[in-house]
């Protein structure tokens, strides 16, 4: 069974400027993420979908980043404009309805 | 906000010895707790779970102890080995609030031949 597959693996912009990252999930997971993961920290939870609906978007930052799930399968999420501590590794999970959460490996962004 | 948190930031032990890796949480609603292994460079990966049904569950070297009294959790490594060495996460999930994982900060273990 794939794994959970995400890209970019690494990502280098300047300040200001704008990111999209891409997940797709394992075949059958209903349930997908996205997580923050600061140097040093655990990961933070920014948006949770249910199929092609959002469940939890409440730490995501509104103002500057956007994820969608159009067709329940895949999910970009994008950040626009970057800010410096936006510099992390942003995981992507799934996960049958109440199941496990599988992890990629992360897209890990460095903001200049 | 009620979060999940660790006693030890950086734990070091010998190979061959047990590991005991702490964790406490707060929020009395969490009712599945989850402990993983993060290497350098990629996801964390799922270790062993418990629910709050249980105050013990063990795997093939490692053991989970839930203490609902103190809101405690420890990760045991039998026999700890090289390819032990990793950061160690707990998360709670409240399964109320829709399977959502909270992560206390990590604990790196690092194993010394």
């Known amino acids: 069974e794939a794994g959970v597959a995400q890209s970019p693996r690494y990502k280098i912009i300047e300040k200001r400027q704008s990111v999209a990252f891409w997940c797709n999930p394992i075949s059958g997971h209903a349930t997908l993420y996205w997580y923050q993961q600061i140097l040093g920290q655990g990961p933070k939870l920014l948006i949770q979908?249910?199929?092609?609906?959002?469940?939890?978007d409440s730490q995501l930052p509104k103002d500057r980043f956007s994820a969608e799930r159009l067709k329940g399968v895949d999910s970009t999420l994008k950040i626009q404009p970057a800010k410096l501590e936006d510099s992390a590794v942003y995981l992507c999970a799934s996960s049958r309805d109440t199941g496990e959460l599988f992890f990629g490996e992360g897209s890990r962004l460095t903001v200049l | 906000g009620e979060s999940v948190g660790l006693h030890l930031p950086t734990l070091s032990v010998q190979e061959g010895d047990n590991s005991i890796i702490n964790c406490a949480y707060s929020?009395?609603?969490?009712?599945?707790f989850i402990w993983y292994k993060q290497e350098s460079g990629k996801g964390p990966q799922f270790i062993i779970d418990i629910r709050s049904n249980m105050d013990k569950r063990q795997g093939q070297r490692v053991t989970v102890l839930l203490n609902k009294t103190v809101k405690h959790l420890s990760l045991q490594i039998a026999a700890t080995q090289p390819g032990d060495s990793a950061v160690y996460f707990c998360a709670e999930n409240n399964n109320n609030a829709g399977n959502m994982l909270t992560f206390g900060g990590g604990t790196r273990l690092m194993v010394k031949p």
């Open positions: 979908f249910q199929n092609n609906g959002v469940v939890d």
């Open positions: 929020n009395s609603a969490s009712d599945y």
